[in-house]
């Protein structure tokens, strides 16, 4: 079992930023892939950001050149620092653990984008 808590979300005007963090249970080092994903109201839940244990990393088209993933492996913790934001980045952004044989989701923190 994998436990995941995000935290970092809240209200940010247009143009600030915001790092979330998302804490495990367990150790992340072998963890195939994490990731953080976001849901506005009214549509699909979509890919934000994932990394692997090996360290490849990729990024939705939304968000490429604004949105860094990283990892602290000690810590058993995944960051996305969330900078030049959009109203239209305004969701629940939820941190995922893949271990190959299932996934597992953290509970959601609310990022609102609005001046």
């Known amino acids: 079992q994998v436990q995941l808590v995000e935290s970092g979300g809240g209200l940010v005007q247009p143009g600030g930023s915001l790092r979330l963090s998302c804490a495990a249970s367990?150790?992340?080092?072998?963890?195939?892939?994490m990731g953080w994903y976001r849901q506005a109201p009214g549509k699909e839940r979509e890919a934000v950001a994932g990394?692997?244990?090996?360290?490849?990393?990729t990024y939705g088209d939304s968000v490429k050149g604004r949105f860094t993933i990283s990892k602290d492996n000690a810590e058993n913790k995944v960051y996305l620092q969330m900078n030049s934001l959009k109203p239209e980045d305004t969701a629940i952004y939820y941190c995922?653990?893949?271990?190959?044989?299932?996934?597992?989701w953290g509970q959601g923190t609310q990022v609102t984008v609005s001046s």
């Open positions: 367990v150790s992340i080092v072998n963890i195939y892939a």
């Open positions: 995922k653990a893949y271990t190959g044989g299932r996934d597992y």
């Open positions: 990394i692997r244990s090996i360290g490849f990393i």
